[in-house]
């Protein structure tokens, strides 16, 4: 097997899919993790922005009456190809459950970060709501140390809808 023969692949995957040997190791079901458990697990941690990301998706979820993991939902984020402002697509992976392989997730690349937003839509009803961090959150999160990125990502959750993101016209 090729990933056998490359041990730091084959480490690495192990880390990255929990595993102890061949043997995958226990975790809650996703129901019972909480919002930056459900970040880190999509995106590898639980920054600001990346949590900023799953604030979007939840309210999407609720504004449009669908339940996590639908495949009524489409997801589409758009961004400039910066890590900073991608990372709000993980976010909303984690929040809605929308996922490249499910093909109800897709990014779209802006030239510039004030064009990032995402919109949310209901497949079946065509409902839209397109959402983008709010002004106070691009200042006050912008280019935050990798140090403080845990720290600033649970910040995110005590702040107001209004604090994180704003709704806005369908469609960037």
Not at 30 to 44: F, S
Request: aromatic share 6%.
């Amino acid at each position: 097997m090729f990933v056998r023969r490359h041990p730091l692949l084959f480490a690495t995957l192990c880390f990255a899919l929990g595993c102890a040997g061949s043997r995958p190791a226990a975790s809650p079901p996703p129901a019972e993790l909480g919002a930056l458990e459900r970040v880190a697990l999509v995106h590898g941690g639980a920054g600001p922005w990346a949590v900023a990301g799953y604030r979007m998706g939840d309210f999407a979820l609720r504004q449009l009456d669908l339940p996590r993991g639908s495949f009524k939902l489409e997801v589409v984020h758009h961004s400039p190809a910066l890590v900073q402002y991608t990372c709000v697509a993980d976010g909303a992976a984690a929040a809605t459950g929308a996922s490249l392989g499910k093909l109800n997730l897709s990014l779209v690349t802006t030239p510039t970060p004030e064009a990032v937003a995402t919109t949310f839509r209901n497949r079946t009803t065509g409902q839209s709501l397109t959402l983008r961090p709010s002004a106070s959150f691009v200042q006050r999160f912008k280019d935050v140390p990798r140090e403080k990125l845990g720290e600033a990502g649970r910040e995110v959750l005590t702040l107001s809808d209004a604090d994180v993101f704003e709704a806005i016209a369908p469609g960037p």
